[in-house]
């Protein structure tokens, strides 16, 4: 740790040392409960222009939006909740050994401008900030909000990495493949089945994990299965194991596709673990297996964006669902950076070996 901490001046006047010299402590080693509220207290960076000029390898980005939520709502509180739950100063990932931000540039760029309650709007000002924020050559990583989000942020990252072709892993509970809820066809269940629809992803190359309880029912399964999706219900991992089912979540997304997109809804951990979200599905994957698979896919395959998606804090306790959702993009940020060192040193000896 870098920490100076400042010590008084020796034969102070006043014999209460009020007069003493204390170095300021400097931002980045303030408290994580103090100062300004920003992803592991990353630069905070909203400005296009600045964006464009920097060129960070990682952008983070809230969307404080609810209004899609076919049960409790809440998740509009998701993206400070996030960013707050954070009790150390510590970058160093222990898991891969190595410190994220020496390797990669990464900024938040703050909230997107929602206004409650007019949801067409949301999605239109999410699709372009994704857009402004990627022109930037930034990864876009979303704090939700709700999952109805990834419909216009899977879209925008889809059309700024064309024609390379994107794929999904999707980490949730639930498939959100329904055609509409109740008429919505924009609700928080349906984002998949959109963007399916609308050739965004090859169905052959959206892979699910972790699905469980009631939902989907058989007919929508069956339209799943025509659309060439692949799943990994809980089950999956309960008798195999979760690296054996992320290994062939892998292989499975990467088949027909270029880059990988991973979403997170939270509610696919155990509400034991992450009991802040909408719509809680008993017996679900351990906040642990979530961590590593995270880890596993951005230092295994090309990561296009990632969202983390409906923490709901007024369901929480103790901000452990915050806590998993802001290990969620920690993990994501070191597995790139692994996948980055690893490039580097393979292409270093290429050009080593004699010609
Ligand atoms: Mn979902």
Redesign the pocket.
Known sequence: MSRRLGRPRMGSARPDAWDATYPPIGAADLPTYAGPVAWCRRPYVTDVDALRARRPDVAIMGVPFDDRVSNRPGARFGPRAIREANSTTGVHSIALGLEPFDVLDVVDTGDVDIIPAWPERAHAVTYQRVRDVMASGAVPVVLGGD?SLSWPVVTAVAEAVAPRRLAMLHF?A?A?TADDESGVRAG?GTPMRRLVEAGVIDGRSLVQVGLRGCWPPPEVFAWMGEQGLRWHPMTEIEERGVDAVVDDAMAEATEHADLVYLSI?V?VVDPGMAPGTGTPEPGGMLTRELLRSVRRIASGVDLAGLDV??VAPPYDHAEVTAMVAHRCVFEAVSGMAARRLARAAASTRRRRVPA
Do not use: K, L, P, R
């Open positions: 999952h949730d639930h959100d928080h809804d509610d998606m409906e």
